[in-house]
């Protein structure tokens, strides 16, 4: 199985400020990563697919990049409704595999 | 928009078969890969297996045999048996719609965009 890991676990942030995420495949995934946001008792939403496509109607505030092994999620400026857990799914290939999630959370 | 409800108990003994269905609507469903998510209480998102229309499937090797996922195709619905269930398979159950994002080569890429509202599922004694 690919494994997926997320850094950091947790990360304390204020309105307004810029925040990047990391998620690392144990493999080459080429452009086959996609990154999810999920809030307390709700299922995930996709906010990008394929490294770096905005799924539609999600915030341009949001850009993913990377390719290979290395990727990243960035929120440009972070807002109130943002402060969640966010996902990263590698679909290179099966099973699919999920990072252990990032909580973004208020300093 | 595209909405997947889901149906199914929720509380279940050590050892009984966990069943879940999860029905379609206001969209099309030949053209997706149609799959279970779980997540135990406070932890990540595992995936279970996913389904196409014309009933070609995966199933994650974890679960070891104990796992089958049927179609409807003509009532736009999919369901989910586990069997022997344990209390560690306690947590929500998610259904989700899979896009096809490409062919890697080793198989169709897919990604989540449309999910369920989740299903609570305790096992316990």
């Known amino acids: 199985d690919i494994q997926m890991t997320q850094s950091p676990s947790t990360l304390s942030a204020f309105v307004g400020d810029r925040v990047t995420i990391t998620c690392r495949a144990s493999q080459n995934i080429g452009s086959y990563l996609n990154w999810y946001q999920q809030k307390p008792g709700k299922a995930p939403n996709l906010l990008i697919y394929s490294a770096s496509s905005l799924h539609s109607g999600v915030p341009s505030r949001f850009s993913g990049s990377g390719s290979g092994t290395d990727f990243t999620l960035t929120i440009s400026s972070l807002r109130p409704e943002d402060f969640a857990t966010y996902y990263c799914?590698?679909?290179?290939?099966?099973?699919?595999?999920f990072g252990q999630g990032t909580r973004v959370e208020t300093k | 928009q595209v909405e997947l409800q889901q149906q199914g108990a929720g509380l279940l003994t050590p050892s009984e078969t966990l069943s879940l269905t999860c029905v379609v609507s206001r969209g099309s469903f030949n053209a997706y890969y149609w799959t279970w998510i779980r997540q135990p209480p406070g932890k990540g998102l595992e995936w279970i297996g996913e389904i196409d229309y014309s009933g070609s499937i995966n199933y994650n090797p974890s679960l070891k045999g104990r796992v089958t996922i049927s179609v409807e195709a003509s009532k736009k619905q999919f369901s989910l048996n586990l069997t022997s269930v344990t209390a560690a398979e306690t947590g929500v159950y998610f259904c989700?719609?899979?896009?096809?994002?490409?062919?890697?080569?080793?198989?169709?890429?897919?990604?989540?965009?449309?999910w369920g509202l989740g299903t609570q599922v305790t096992v316990s004694s």
């Open positions: 799914q590698q679909s290179y290939n099966s099973p699919r595999t």
């Open positions: 989700a719609r899979g896009k096809k994002g490409g062919y890697s080569g080793y198989g169709t890429a897919l990604f989540f965009d449309y």
